[in-house]
């Protein structure tokens, strides 16, 4: 993981609401353990989301994590490659993508 996405994941963590938490399936009655303890486990995790992450169950953890990345900005697309501009040239040429691939390298 890049450093951005790392820093973005961790925007997106504090950023995020009961809601969000519910809808995910990340919050259930205290990490799937009602009986565990009186504490507010959404309270909790809304005070300090990355020691509540820590403490939840795996499969809590598996669900925040796929929200997390849910919200990702997607990877961008390399542009300008080499091969982008003699793909270009050959489609309006007609000629083979070998033969614009050595046009397209002489400078």
């Known amino acids: 993981m890049s450093a951005a996405r790392f820093?973005?994941?961790?925007?997106?963590?504090?950023?995020?609401?009961?809601?969000?938490?519910?809808?995910?399936?990340v919050a259930d009655e205290n990490w799937g353990?009602?009986?565990?303890?009186?504490?507010?486990?959404?309270?909790?995790f809304l005070s300090d989301p990355a020691r509540e992450a820590i403490r939840m169950p795996?499969?809590?953890?598996?669900?925040?994590?796929a929200l997390l990345e849910s919200r990702q900005p997607?990877?961008?697309?390399?542009?300008?490659?080499?091969?982008?501009?003699?793909?270009?040239?050959?489609?309006?040429?007609?000629v083979d993508y070998a033969t614009a691939l050595v046009h397209c390298n002489m400078d």
């Open 7 to 25: 820093h973005n994941a961790l925007r997106i963590l504090l950023s995020l609401d009961g809601y969000d938490l519910i809808n995910a399936g």
């Open 33 to 44: 353990t009602p009986e565990a303890s009186e504490r507010d486990q959404m309270a909790a």
């Open 58 to 65: 795996d499969a809590n953890f598996d669900r925040l994590v």
């Open 74 to 94: 997607s990877a961008p697309v390399a542009t300008n490659r080499p091969g982008d501009q003699a793909a270009i040239y050959a489609e309006e040429t007609g």
